[in-house]
């Protein structure tokens, strides 16, 4: 801390907000911004702000967008046969960047967990199961992650799409790509070698 | 980059401007303020705009202050006889969180060097003369980096401190605590074995 400025010292007590960043770096990138990149330290507050109070959730994905339809709802180039559901905004980014995926999104902003008050209601079900009754949906990628409430989430995904008539699919789930085997965990290899696949 | 907000690719790009946040750590810091504090990253927004645009400089030190005269120059706490020069207001933070130092500060905001435009006028050594000339500094520890420039910048300290009558110190250079002496580099080996001390 230092102890000539009380605005330098809430600077860096708020810059610990940012995940993974502690006290020392906080204060590293204070004196930095300070230093050297005012303009840019100005810029980065006014994104905040920006960002904070405007982006809300994409009343048809529920994906973050600070226009009632968001960007990619809204886009004629996407595939509107295949849905992905999602558990956040940052598992759509992830498929966003490492696959080719043209298709449409649903983000469910959570998990089923009665225990956390996460419910059918909570994750928008009633909005997917309207958006499944348009009748345009042919695919459900169900792209939940594989976790106990993730798997039961997805369960539960894969009954509401058979009810409309729509095939569901779900991640493949294996040994990763460049991993060994070797320290592949034993819940993972186990699925691995269940779910072999024949070499043709 | 999300595709579905210009403000969150914005912000993603604007928190880009901190040490050593890339384009990961952007997208995970941006993700976790939306989805799980928003009243912090206001919070942090709201810090960011005040600090870069109230906080200039102490009229007496230099270092960063948001009123005219810092709370650390105007402390009657402080001792007046003694004054610790550094380079940065970074150098000051480190010193006043590791020592028990309680004396004065003067922030050179730079140091000697000519090529880059800091001569004597930029780092405010006419300032630093006139402290000096108020007859209360006894001692000045010249605290600059243990750098070429540096160096350069404490000789001329200690030739402006002598001129004044004033006592010049400079930190101590050697073996760091904790360090094993197979891994030192060369230069600092060769300073600690020269300036070797007596024991009692």
Do not use: W
């Amino acid at each position: 801390m230092s102890a000539s400025s009380p605005l330098l010292n809430e600077l860096i007590e708020a810059l610990r907000c940012l995940p993974g960043v502690g006290g020392k770096s906080a204060q590293r990138m204070a004196f930095h911004l300070l230093e050297r990149d005012r303009q840019r330290g100005l810029r980065l507050a006014r994104a905040l702000e920006q960002a904070m109070q405007r982006i809300g959730n994409c009343t048809r994905c529920r994906n973050f967008s600070e226009e009632p339809v968001c960007a990619l709802c809204a886009s004629a180039s996407r595939d509107r046969h295949v849905l992905c559901v999602v558990e956040s905004p940052t598992d759509l980014a992830a498929i966003e960047q490492a696959t080719g995926y043209r298709g449409q999104y649903f983000v469910l902003l959570g998990r089923l967990s009665p225990l956390d008050g996460m419910g059918p209601q909570e994750l928008g079900l009633d909005l997917l199961a309207q958006r499944l009754g348009e009748g345009e949906i042919e695919e459900m990628i169900i792209a939940t992650n594989p976790t106990v409430e993730g798997e039961a989430t997805a369960h539960y995904l894969a009954q509401l799409a058979r009810a409309g008539g729509i095939r569901p699919t779900r991640l493949a789930h294996g040994v990763p790509l460049g991993g060994e085997l070797e320290y592949v965990d034993r819940g993972t290899l186990a699925h691995a070698f269940g779910s072999r696949q024949a070499l043709d």
